[in-house]
DNA sequence: ATAAAATTGTTGCACTTGCAACATTTTACA
DNA sequence: TGTAAAATGTTGCAAGTGCAACAATTTTAT
């Protein structure tokens, strides 16, 4: 669960949709979005179901950028649908809630303090997904799988922890580091026989 | 020059400092600037010099996140402060003004046309943060170092035009890239010889 | 103007990795 | 429960790239 309308009560949330004027619009599943929404200022937060966010380059390789989930959040003046190479894929049938950012941005607004709290949100989960594309991109600057795979346990523990949990599967795993599934899979054969790590299912311990 | 002032009078940016109890820093060459402004909840404005902002993993290997110039933004509530593996280093003598998060976020303050804008102003430069770093992810996840090269070239074109401008050196490119510097001038070299690309300075052509 | 420093260019070599092709296991669903 | 689909495991091989070590060039500082 996202920290979007934390603070904020289910009564308040209500009364914020009726004072930013949202949108609800439900998708099937497999569907591109973003011509929906195109064209305006928005910001988007998915409400049911899940979303694939990528975006192909000039010669047709799709990049994963991330999977948002209940209560992510996407938009022009958050991500980049101005973006033509960019898609927005449901998983599932899918619900979104749409609100106008210049509409959030209005003063009249403001003598709400449930309005103020969300902004605040707002702002606290830009931060987070700031930090962790940072996270990524240090990842991804690894020259080899291992240093890669190493980082990615090491900077992804339970807390106090030397247990990783991994939050998809592994072929999702060779795709968020940016490498060849098989050869990663070799590679975490090498780490498991020199004991460096444990696997059970998804969760990996840490041996180092 | 960054959006974060943009409709805003040099007036009223004062005023707006006044408002938020700006604090203001100043640093020499080559300094680490986060234990002076750690543990707070803050803004940082870049006002003079330049702020090279790192990530150094577990095993000591040190990735460049970016470079803050003037007027672009960092802190807490932005980047990622509170993991002490990173690092912002001033490069030449630096200013940096210092915003209470909690202080801009504080209601009374709303009243004031500026500080909307200045809060709206904020969206945008977060907005394109993420941006940038998805096209960087985007770029890293190339499995070549030409691949990553014809991204990179394809994606930065100025507008309208077949040219690149490199904001930065061959070797930071290749930081930027997370490629080997002496490997990618080897593509390149090929990228010449098969005229896909021509180079002057930093400026490329792309032909292709 | 000159030395020092930084950047760019070059190349051999070992090694990692992508790719392809396939086997095996697990999961989804009708 | 059975079958299709998805995920995982394996391996040979060619190709790409990191690394090291050095030369050449350009930039910076005094």
Known sequence: MSALFNGISEKEKNKLFTLLHT????????????????NTNIIGIVDEGSIEFTKTNYYGDTTLIEV???????????????NNE?????KGKTTVI??????????ENISKSYYNIFIQNLFTILNEKIKDKNDRI???????????LLEYF????AAGTNNVYLPFN?????????V????????????KEERLIEIKGKRITILY
């Open 170 to 178: 592994f072929t999702n795993l060779a795709a968020y580091l940016g």
């Open 154 to 157: 090491n900077s992804n523990r």
């Open 23 to 38: 949108h609800v619009y439900t998708f099937e599943d497999n569907i591109n979005i973003i011509p929906t929404i195109r």
């Open 98 to 107: 749409i609100i106008d950012f210049k509409r959030l941005m209005k003063e």
């Open 86 to 90: 960019v898609e927005l894929i449901t």
């Open 68 to 82: 948002l989930e209940k209560d992510d959040i996407f938009g022009t003046s958050i991500s980049s649908l101005y």
């Open 180 to 191: 060849d599934r098989s050869a990663m899979t070799r590679e975490l054969k090498y780490l």
């Open 138 to 148: 240090s990842i991804l600057t690894n020259k080899t799988i291992r240093n890669r």
